[in-house]
């Protein structure tokens, strides 16, 4: 299954723009680490799009991603994704053992604290966001309270990168489209 292909899934699915947001800026993400760990890029990158294409029609823990990932049996999609977007949610009881599979486990939950910061920002802009600020931000629990930090530092963990680089990496790859992400900034009001 290539990108096109992932993509129309997407849009035939999902009709919330900042769940489409949350969609790409995972798929960034993974994009990043594959390029990194010299793996596929594509399906890496597919893996991380797909990940919540079901969200909308199977809200709730019983049903997704269980239910999505029939859907994307039923489309073609490799095994090895559709088992990588089980895995990402702890209740499917999927382990997580390939690197792709630990990758969207690190980068799902932290995409969003990332956006929440940029987002209060006065530039809300990706370009001068920084992990310490995101830093700043992750002591306030009742800041972005549904980004699990907990799940953020277990899922880190088991991905093996240290969090606060795994911080700056997923900056760093949510830059590369922060337009299509809505985070490109706002010219500064002079005073």
Excluded at 45 to 74: C, K, M, N, S, Y
Excluded at 101 to 121: H, S
Aim: glycine share 4%.
């Amino acid at each position: 299954m290539n990108r096109e292909e992932a993509l129309a899934i997407v849009h035939e699915y999902v009709k919330n723009e900042n769940l489409v947001r949350h969609m790409l800026a995972v798929e960034a993400a993974m994009r990043f680490y594959a390029e990194k760990f010299q793996q596929d890029v594509e399906t890496w990158g597919v893996v991380g799009l797909l990940h919540d294409f079901d969200w909308e029609i199977h809200p709730t823990l019983e049903q997704h991603p269980q239910d999505g990932a029939q859907i994307l049996r039923e489309r073609g999609a490799p095994e090895e994704i559709v088992r990588a977007i089980l895995s990402h949610a702890d209740h499917t009881g999927v382990p997580r053992q390939s690197l792709m599979e630990k990758a969207l486990a690190a980068c799902d939950e932290i995409t969003g604290l990332i956006t929440a910061v940029a987002l209060v920002r006065p530039s809300r802009s990706l370009h001068d966001l920084t992990a310490s600020s995101v830093k700043k931000k992750w002591k306030d629990r009742a800041f972005a309270a549904g980004a699990s930090r907990e799940e953020i530092e277990k899922c880190t963990a088991e991905f093996n990168v240290p969090l606060w680089e795994h911080v700056e990496n997923v900056i760093q790859a949510m830059r590369r489209i922060a337009p299509q992400l809505g985070l490109e900034g706002q010219p500064l009001q002079e005073q």
